[in-house]
């Protein structure tokens, strides 16, 4: 009944293949929307210090001179707990079109132009593509998006109040 073959012939060397890098989308897509539960978006880039709408809006006109369209902007949700050992400012899914900002920087003492500078960067992911190494692993932070980055007018100023700050973020 079960008969099992054993083969004598030795196995074939496998052979090295170099595999062309897969186009993935570059963020999870979030739960999709129904429309009634769009009827209640109030004002969810409207924070308690900062509109980011606005912001976007200011940051859009000036750097990508309006080309950014239809992306929602807002504040994350608030965590019970604060993080510990790092935070991500901010996000972006690009294939639902949002760009998330951290709500712990919704605070009197973050200046405007330190969120101008998060929203930029997450802004340059929707316009500067991904690259990919020899391996396949997609690389978001690459030189040539580095570059661009550092053309942030504040750019310096930003990422030295952020080294400075980010305790404040801890817990």
Known sequence: M?????????????????????QTSKR????????????FDFQESQGRWFNLRAIFDKVNARYFRN??????????????????????????????????????LDRVFVPQWFIEYVLYHEMLHAVVPDIYDP?????????DFCEKER?????????????????RFLH
Do not use: C, M
Request: aromatic share 10%; hydrophobic share 30%.
């Open 135 to 143: 391996q396949g692993r997609r690389i978001i932070h690459h030189a």
């Open 67 to 104: 080309r950014i369209k239809n992306y929602r902007v807002v504040w994350g949700k608030k965590r019970k707990e604060r993080p510990r050992t790092s935070v991500v400012f901010g996000s972006i899914q690009e294939d639902d079109r949002i760009i998330r900002i951290h709500p712990l």
């Open 2 to 22: 079960g008969q099992s073959t054993i083969s004598t012939r030795s196995p074939k060397p496998q052979r090295k293949t170099h595999k062309a890098p897969v």
């Open 28 to 39: 999870k897509i979030a739960t999709p929307k129904y429309p009634i539960q769009r009827q």
């Open 151 to 167: 053309r942030f007018y504040w750019f310096r100023r930003a990422k030295l109040w952020e080294q400075e700050n980010l305790s």
